[in-house]
C-alpha cells in the first residue's frame, strides 16, 4: 500500500484500500461539486476534439475575454493557467522575493510547495486569529478565502489593511464561486488599485472540473506578463479552454448550484452535529470541517473498507491534529449514504 493521500480524491489510493474500483468509490474527500460537469462543458469538449491537432493560442484571447467579462474587468488582467495550481507555483516564486511570507495555517498543502520550492521564508501564524497576521512592507501575505480546510470566509475589509502594507498578497479564491454574487468577498475589482495583489480562482471545483485543470490569476498585466514568460507556451490545453468559455457562460449551471448546496449543506450540517461524537461548523465553501471523537484516519478507513466512502482526514493538516475530517457536500442521497454510515459507527463505538 502506498502512503495515505496528502490531498483528497485521491481514488486510486482509495479504491487500493477498500479493494474495489475506483468508480465504486463515493468520495466526499475532495470539495468539488456534484452537479456537474455541466453539459456545456462536455459539449465544448466534444465540439472541440478535431482541435487536437493544433496548438493552443498561447494568448487564450476567447478564454481571457471570458473570464473578463464574467469579473467586469480588462482582459489584460487575466492569466489563464493549469488548474490554480499552476499558477500557485508562480506566486510562490514571487512570494519568494519577500523577506518572509505570512502563512495562516492549517492551509492547503500545495502552498508549501509552491513556496519551498523557490526558497521562500515561511512565517506561520493562526489561521483563527486574524489579530496575528501584521505583515511588514518587506513581507507576503498567502491568504485562502474561503480558507480550505475551515470553510472561514474573511470579509474583505479585513484584509484590507494588509494589502495597504503588503509588499505581496496573494488571495487564493478557488471556492468564492460557491458563494452566490452578493455573498462573495472577492478582492479582484480592487486588482486596479494595489498592483500587489494577486487573485487566484479555479474552474475546477465549481464546474467539476478537476480532470481537465483550469484556473486563472487576476492581477496587474505586468505581473502576469512577467509570469507567463517563466512558463511553457501552452500551460492550458485546447479542450480546456473551450470548456472555460462554455461554462462560464452557463448561468443555468451555475443557478442550479446555488440551489443546491445552501439547503443541502444545512441539512448535512444539522445532520452530523446530531450524531453523538461529531461536530461541524457552519462553513462558507462547500464542504464542512468535522471534529471526531474517533482518530479521522481511523474513521476513514472505517468508512473506506465497510462502506466504500472515501472521507478527506486531516492528518496532512498538522495544526488539526487527529480528531478532524472534511468532507464536501454532495447530493442529498448521497449525503445520507455518508450520515447513516457515521451513525451506524458512532452508535456502536460511542
Ligand atoms: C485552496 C485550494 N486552492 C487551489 C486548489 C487547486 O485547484 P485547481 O484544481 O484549480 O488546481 C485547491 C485544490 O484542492 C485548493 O483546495
Redesign the pocket.
Known amino acids: 500500500m502506498t502512503h495515505p493521500p496528502i ?2 480524491g485521491n481514488l486510486t489510493w482509495a479504491a487500493a484500500f477498500a479493494g474495489c474500483q475506483p468508480e465504486e468509490i463515493l468520495d466526499f474527500s ?2 468539488i461539486n456534484p452537479l456537474g460537469p455541466p453539459q456545456s462543458a462536455i459539449e465544448a469538449i466534444q465540439g472541440r476534439l478535431r482541435e487536437l491537432r493544433n496548438y493552443p493560442d498561447p494568448k487564450y484571447g476567447p478564454l481571457r475575454d471570458a473570464i473578463a467579462k464574467s469579473h467586469n474587468i480588462d482582459p489584460a488582467w487575466v492569466l489563464p493557467g493549469n ?4 499558477l ?1 507555483t508562480w506566486a510562490g516564486l514571487e512570494l519568494s522575493q519577500c523577506d518572509r511570507v505570512l502563512l495562516p495555517l492549517p492551509a ?1 498543502g ?1 502552498y508549501g510547495r509552491a513556496l519551498q520550492t523557490f526558497g521562500a521564508t515561511i512565517r506561520p501564524v493562526s489561521a483563527w486569529n486574524q489579530r496575528l497576521w501584521q505583515v511588514s512592507s518587506r513581507e507576503g501575505l498567502l491568504v ?1 478565502n474561503p480558507h ?1 480546510p475551515t470553510g472561514q470566509l474573511w470579509p474583505r475589509w479585513r484584509l484590507r489593511a494588509m494589502l495597504e502594507t503588503a509588499q505581496l498578497v496573494v488571495a ?1 479564491e ?2 468564492m464561486d460557491f458563494l452566490e454574487p452578493d455573498s462573495q468577498e472577492s478582492l479582484i475589482d480592487w486588482v486596479v488599485d494595489f498592483p500587489n495583489l494577486v487573485v ?1 480562482r ?4 465549481f464546474y467539476s472540473l ?1 480532470g481537465l ?3 486563472y490569476a487576476i492581477s496587474h498585466p505586468d505581473r502576469l506578463r512577467r509570469w507567463q514568460s517563466w512558463r511553457d507556451s501552452w500551460p492550458v490545453n485546447v479542450l480546456a479552454a473551450a470548456a472555460g468559455v462554455a461554462v462560464l457562460a452557463d448561468q443555468g449551471f451555475q443557478q442550479r448550484t446555488y440551489q443546491w448546496l445552501e439547503p443541502t449543506k444545512r441539512k448535512l450540517w444539522k445532520a452530523i452535529n446530531a450524531i453523538p461524537g461529531l461536530s461541524a461548523d457552519w462553513g462558507a465553501a462547500n464542504f464542512l470541517l468535522v471534529r471526531t471523537g474517533m482518530p479521522g484516519d481511523q474513521l476513514q478507513r472505517l468508512l473506506l473498507r465497510e462502506q466504500r466512502i472515501f472521507v478527506r482526514d486531516c492528518l496532512s493538516f498538522q495544526e488539526l491534529g487527529d480528531r478532524f475530517i472534511r468532507i464536501a457536500v454532495k447530493r442529498p442521497q448521497e449525503n445520507r449514504r455518508l450520515v447513516s454510515a457515521l451513525e451506524v459507527i458512532f452508535n456502536s463505538n460511542p
Open positions: 490531498h483528497g475532495a470539495n488548474g490554480a495550481a499552476e500557485l492547503f500545495d485562502n480550505n487564493d478557488a471556492f487566484l479555479s474552474l475546477t471545483k478537476p485543470r483550469l484556473g
